[in-house]
Each structure stands twice: as C-alpha cells, then as structure tokens.
C-alpha cells in the first residue's frame, strides 16, 4: 500500500463542484457561505498528515494533485492526551511546507471521542482563560 493510501482516510466531498458558485478561498476572520461552500467541496481526511506519519513530501504532491482545501484530522488523537503537546511541536515544524505549496490550505489539529485521566497531564493555557473570559490561572486540564 502506497504511502498517500496509508495515511489517507479518504477524501470527502461534502458538495458537488457544481454546487459552489465560486472557487474562492480569501477570508478575513468570518467565513462567507460561499467561501465555506468552497473549502468544502476540496475537504479530505489526512490522518496525522502533520505528526510524520508517512512521506510528507509525497502527502503534499498529493494535496497539491488533487487541489485539497482543507485537510482534516491533520494532527489527531484518540487517548494518550500527553502525546498532543509534541505533536504540536511536529505540526509546527510541518505547516509552513504545506503553506509553501498552498497558503490558502486550511489543517484541522484535534482530540477526538475519549479523554483519558492523562489530560490531567496537560496544562491550560493562557489564552483559553483570555478566550472564555475567565482569571488566568496556572492548572492542568481535569
């Protein structure tokens, strides 16, 4: 099995091309319908695309092939909450070489379905206290 047939769930196409007015792939903040409408027509799955899981170079030739928009699960995980801070770290690392292939592309980093009490591993931080508009405080996730 090739490396992009690995690595790659599946591609999803949310929507037909013929259903979006425009390929336009330009906001600022807030969405429009029509942009969303677009990212969705060039949605695909790439399970940990950015943790060095198979050939990155491959993934975005593969990317770039196919004129993918939005590559979901990008960086995921399913338990082992203490894992997600390196993979943060990997992610970083690999960002700006698919931004170099396609600026307009957007990644999906998520936890999905479980927490496990190693989440209690995981500091809060700062700005999601900023965010939620609640005192800054130095505590691990519970």
């Given at each position: ?10 591609l ?23 942009v ?11 399970l940990?695309?950015l ?18 928009k ?5 960086v ?25 292939a ?10 999905f ?11 809060v ?18």
């Amino acid at each position: 099995m090739t490396p992009i047939l690995r690595h790659c769930l599946c591609l999803v196409v949310l929507l037909s091309p013929a259903a979006v007015c425009a390929q336009d792939y330009h906001f600022d903040r807030t969405i429009s319908p029509d942009v969303l409408k677009s990212y969705l027509a060039r949605s695909i799955t790439m399970l940990d695309l950015l943790t060095e899981k198979g050939d990155l170079t491959d993934n975005i030739r593969m990317l770039k092939s196919t004129g993918a928009k939005f590559a979901g699960r990008a960086v995921y995980l399913w338990g082992h909450e203490a894992e997600f801070p390196r993979r943060l770290e990997l992610a970083k690392k690999n960002v700006p070489k698919i931004h170099q292939a396609d600026p307009d592309i957007i990644l999906q980093a998520c936890i999905f379905e479980i927490v496990s009490r190693g989440v209690e591993q995981i500091a809060v931080p700062e700005w999601a206290f900023t965010a939620l508009e609640r005192p800054v405080e130095q505590r691990n996730f519970r």
